[in-house]
């Protein structure tokens, strides 16, 4: 089959194997050129949302900086030969084929992890398959909609502001034009079910389970992903219904602490990148596409796969053995570069002057489409999109 994007609004409905296989591989040379001491790392790792985006970056920092076997839960469209699969699909086989070749124990459950069944199909794999206890726990969702697992209630999440609506420059990304964008405020519903299907709830169901089951280690590390980002994006993020979740999630960091004495619970702010996920919120790849350019000029740009290494080695696994620096609330801050003021500030100065004649000129507009399009395996100089190619890609992973 040859394989092109079919891009419907913030997603594109095709992958492509090699494309996806070619992003994994480069990912895994970062990670190896990254210089990690392997001693001092994590040796079994549960990854929940290991396909795409923050989870894979970290799932292949884990195997290949440091040797560990990882398990990978996420939620994919598999391929068939008549179709394709999504890009989190492709880069799960890459994954694992990789890994295998490196002698590394990588298992997968494509399956919702909001489902309790999920649960017990992992803690039944770390027990059989992962030669003993997980000693750290990734949690990277990034989902619009949670199953309940106890009522199979249905709840899905709004990215709404709270209180007032908020117009702001926004970027069409269909049309490639400058708009204004208006987001409404939510209703208290609206805030209720986000915090229900982003906020910390499931986290703590998968760490209970786990400790429960005595399939985490006595000393086990958790991290658990949240964005808080800066003034500009704060009325619609952070001020918004997401930010509800987020900071559920900090307070649930803070319940796994003492519930759970031994445990280093963790919310891991990251800075801003383009996944499938960012680019569903509206203003963030207007914002994206100014703090990269401002980012790469000062040599301190990072996709996920630098930021999970440098969350590792310098955060979680530090060489020199001390706990990883927290801010007040006990975070650990991978979004310092990002919020510099010679990032911010420069940010600020250019966002009100952009429009649609210069979108491309002064902010990084042209990146930001190329890595969409990258995240679905897509306009890479290295892949041949006019070749046929095997849309079946088959791996050893279990069907939730
Ligand atoms: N993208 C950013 O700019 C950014 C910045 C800071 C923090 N974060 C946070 O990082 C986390 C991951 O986001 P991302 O941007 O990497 O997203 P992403 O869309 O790339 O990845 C989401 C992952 O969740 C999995 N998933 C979704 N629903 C699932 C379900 N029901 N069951 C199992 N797996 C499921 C997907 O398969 C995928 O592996 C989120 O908490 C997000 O808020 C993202």
Redesign the pocket.
Known sequence: MIIKPKVRGFICITAHPVGCEHNVLDQIKVTQAAGHDAAKGPKRVLV?????????ASRITAAFGYGAATLG????KPSSAEKTGTA?WYNSAAFDQAAKQAGLIAKSIN????AHE?RARAIEIIKNEMGGPIDLVV?????PV?KLPDTGEVVRSALKTIGQPFTNTSVDTNKDTVIEATIEPATEQEIKDTVTV?GGEDWALWIDALSAAGVLAEHAKTV????IGTEITWPMYWHGT?GQA?QHLDNTAKQLRSRHPGLDAYVG??????????AAIPV?PLY?SIAFKIMKEKGIHEN?IEQANRLFHDRLYRADGKAAPTDDEGRLRL?DWELRDDVQIPCKTLWPTVTTENLKQITDYAGYKHEFLQLFGFDRADVDYEAEVEADRRFDCLEG
């Open positions: 929940i949302g290991a396909s795409t985006g923050y989870g894979l839960v996420f939620f994919e989190g399956g919702d992890a909001f999920t949690y990277s969702l990034a989902s949670r982003m658990a992903y949240s964005y997401l987020k702010v990251m800075k801003s990148v383009v996944t499938q996920a960012s963030i994206v996920p979004d």
